[in-house]
T-cell receptor, first 109, second 112 residues
Framework: GQNIDQPTEMTATEGAIVQINCTYQ??????LFWYQQHAGEAPTFLSY??LDGLEEKGRLTSVLSRSKGYSYLLLKELQMKDSASYLC??????????WGAGTKLIIKP | TAGITQAPTSQILAAGRSMTLRCTQD?????MYWYRQDLGLGLRLIHY???????GKGEVPDGYSVSRANTDDFPLTLASAVPSQTSVYFC???????????FGPGTRLTVL
C-alpha cells in the first residue's frame, strides 16, 4: 500500500528553527509537495521537489532524498503566524497526490 | 482574481437527502479535483477530471458523482447522503495533471 508518515504535532519557539519530517512509500514517485494549512482554511502551496537536493524560498527550505524515501521542511526564524499544519504529499505513478495526515506546528513565544 | 470558489461554505443535511457542492475556477485550469478531509487523515481524492468532458475515480468515490461540462465548473453530487459523509470538502485545480494544485476555501458538510 501507499503510505506517507509525518509527526502528528510539534512545538517550537518563536525565532527558532524547526524541521518537519516526511517519509513515504508509494507506487512510483513523480515529485513531493509541501502545503501549509491554517485551521479552518484551505491548504496553500509551499514547495515542490522532484530531484534530490534542496529548494529554498525565503525562510523555508525543503529537502528531498529519493533513495531514502524522505523529505523534510526547514522553517527558520519562526513567527507566530507559522502556527499551522504542514502537509506532505507525493505524486505517484498515476500522477495522483497521496497525502500525509499533516503535522500541526505550535509556536510558543 | 477569484481563483477557486466553492459553495456553500457550510451545510447541515439530513441523511438520505441529495446535495450538490459547487466548485468554479477562473484560472482556465484543465484539471480539477475533489477531496475530503477528515480529522487525523490525509486529504483523500474522491473524483478528478483531467480535462473538460472527462472524469475519473479517486481513492474514495463511492456515494459521490461528478460532471465536467466545461472548463470552469466541477460540481460534486451526493445522491443520498449518509453520516459517514460528514467531512470538509475541498475542490482543487491545476493547469495540468502534472501541475501544482490550488485549493478552494472548502465546504463543511454535516450529515445527520
Amino acid at each position: 500500500g501507499q503510505n506517507i508518515d509525518q509527526p502528528t504535532e510539534m512545538t517550537a519557539t518563536e525565532g527558532a528553527i524547526v524541521q518537519i519530517n516526511c517519509t513515504y512509500q508509494t507506487s512510483g514517485f513523480n515529485g513531493l509537495f509541501w502545503y501549509q494549512q491554517h485551521a479552518g482554511e484551505a491548504p496553500t502551496f509551499l514547495s515542490y521537489n522532484v530531484l534530490d537536493g534542496l529548494e529554498e524560498k525565503g525562510r523555508l527550505t525543503s529537502v528531498l532524498s529519493r533513495s531514502k524515501g524522505y523529505s523534510y521542511l526547514l522553517l527558520k526564524e519562526l513567527q507566530m503566524k507559522d502556527s499551522a499544519s504542514y502537509l506532505c504529499a507525493v505524486r505517484d505513478s498515476n500522477y495522483q497526490l497521496i497525502w500525509g495526515a499533516g503535522t500541526k506546528l505550535i509556536i510558543k513565544p | 482574481t477569484a481563483g477557486i470558489t466553492q459553495a456553500p461554505t457550510s451545510q447541515i443535511l439530513a441523511a438520505g437527502r441529495s446535495m450538490t457542492l459547487r466548485c468554479t475556477q477562473d484560472m482556465r485550469h484543465n484539471a480539477m479535483y475533489w477531496y475530503r478531509q477528515d480529522l487525523g487523515l490525509g486529504l483523500r481524492l474522491i473524483h478528478y477530471s483531467n480535462t473538460a468532458g472527462t472524469t475519473g475515480k479517486g481513492e474514495v468515490p463511492d456515494g459521490y458523482s461528478v460532471s465536467r461540462a466545461n472548463t470552469d465548473d466541477f460540481p460534486l453530487t451526493l445522491a443520498s447522503a449518509v453520516p459517514s459523509q460528514t467531512s470538509v470538502y475541498f475542490c482543487a485545480s491545476s493547469d495540468s495533471g502534472e501541475g501544482t494544485q490550488y485549493f478552494g476555501p472548502g465546504t463543511r458538510l454535516t450529515v445527520l
